[in-house]
């Protein structure tokens, strides 16, 4: 049949409009979801005929085909853009799937704060306004021994806001080899730029000594930076300085001293056998004046980015206009609230905060569930489908412990005259999808991401897939 044959064929979009308004499964839908995917499905089938007839059937521009072809691109429009996923990568807190879930408490509290007032400005005893930053303000001060704290909405920006009220227009002098680069190709010298303050980069990529710091020294240094790198690690032959005598060297020429943690701990990681990473504790302990970190990296919280500190600083900083703009809302401070109060049990705190709990999970615990995930496989009696638990790496990801690998078991699956990366295709459209990764031209899942009661949708898309084939 020729292109204008079947392009004559196309219904136009007042006449489909007619036909689904005599069709009550279309009642739900706003009309204007309705002529955009009326529009988009002609839209798509003018294409197809025009690049070649012979991609398109006749069948294909049956009244019956077009319009279940529109029901289905309505039903995506309709849909949330963001969905839940499956994380089936083995990256503990992966950026590009949401990092840290939630303690559940957190999500109750989330919950209840989202649909009623609150008091996220108002002094309950004094019925004045009150202080945003008070709510959790006691509780860093409590686990972390600092004199004072706030919050605002993301590391980068605390960072900045420190910046910008300590270091605006003065020297501040970092380690070369600390300036790191972040997620999304932001700079700690980009963000330096933006807070006025003016770099003064010392030693060198390798090996950087207190000398270095203190011969850099001028009648206008600001400030002294620790960046901490958690997002990579430097090994062989090299040198740097510590917190504690970076702060010594503070207090001899009255300038104070600020650690960027990055990812930061309440938690020391050696006790379970996995790497040392410096706590929030630890550099508080030292004497700096101010340290910010991660809310929702390795303290397995919401984004944020935290400020601790003493308080003649904290009480600068937070008089700044720029904590306007940072500010953290009030959705975010209910789960912040939450986890932080999880902290207060140490002994306990694993089991609350599922990343703290994926990182520590044991590999015989991954075994056992990649043992169920196989079983319930297994039964669906998929003959061209073949199975395989195998020994994984898993990572904590998110630019933290860069050098922990975290020994896992995994499902790889192979499906007869099916490629991995359509098999993988298949997985990531499937709701909720599912996302693994390919390794040596194999599907696999690694289990210490993927939670108990996601096994069974994980094996309901299997089978799912399977009915299509």
Known sequence: MKKQTLLRKLPGIDIVMEKMKADPSFENIPKSVLVRSSRLVVEDLRSMILESETSVDKSD?????????????????????????????????????????????????????????????????????????????????????????????????????????????????????????????????????????????????????????????????????????????????????????????????????????????????????????????????????????????????????????KKEVLDRIKKNPLTRALRIDKLTLAALESTLRLYRDPESVMDHIPTLHMLLCPVGHIQKRAKRLEKMLKRLHIQQMHLKIIDLSSKAGGGSLPLLNLPSKGLEIGIHDMTANDLEKQMRSHTPPIIGRIENDAFIMDLRTVQDDELTLIANAIQNMNKRM
Do not use: W
């Open 61 to 309: 521009l049956s009244e019956a085909r077009i319009l279940s072809s529109i029901k289905n691109r309505a039903n995506e429009i309709m849909s949330t853009n963001l969905k839940r996923t499956i994380n089936a990568t083995g990256v503990v807190i992966h950026t590009n799937l949401g990092r840290s879930l939630l303690p559940s408490d957190a999500v109750q509290n989330m919950i209840s704060i989202a649909g009623r007032y609150s008091n996220l400005e108002f002094n309950l005893e004094s019925g004045t306004r009150g202080s945003r930053y008070d709510i959790v303000e006691d509780l860093l001060c409590e686990i972390s021994g600092a004199e004072s704290a706030m919050v605002v909405n993301n590391n980068a920006g605390a960072v900045l806001l420190c910046l910008d009220t300590i270091a605006k227009g003065k020297k501040t002098i970092v380690s070369r080899g600390e300036l790191v680069e972040i997620g999304g190709s932001f700079r700690i010298p980009d963000v330096m730029s933006k807070s006025g303050a003016i770099l003064k980069e010392v030693g060198t990529t390798n090996r950087t000594h207190l000398k270095d710091y203190a011969n850099a020294i001028e009648t206008d240094t600001g400030l002294l930076l620790k960046v901490h790198t958690s997002n990579y690690s430097l090994v062989g032959f090299t040198a740097n300085v510590s917190l504690k005598e970076l702060v010594d060297l503070g207090e001899k020429y009255n300038i104070p001293v600020m650690e960027d943690l990055g990812s930061g701990t309440f938690i020391d990681f050696s006790k379970y056998g996995l790497l040392k990473e410096p706590t929030v504790q630890e550099s508080v302990a030292s004497g700096a004046d101010v340290i910010t970190f991660s809310g929702d990296k390795l303290l397995g919280g919401p984004q944020a980015g935290l400020i601790v500190g």
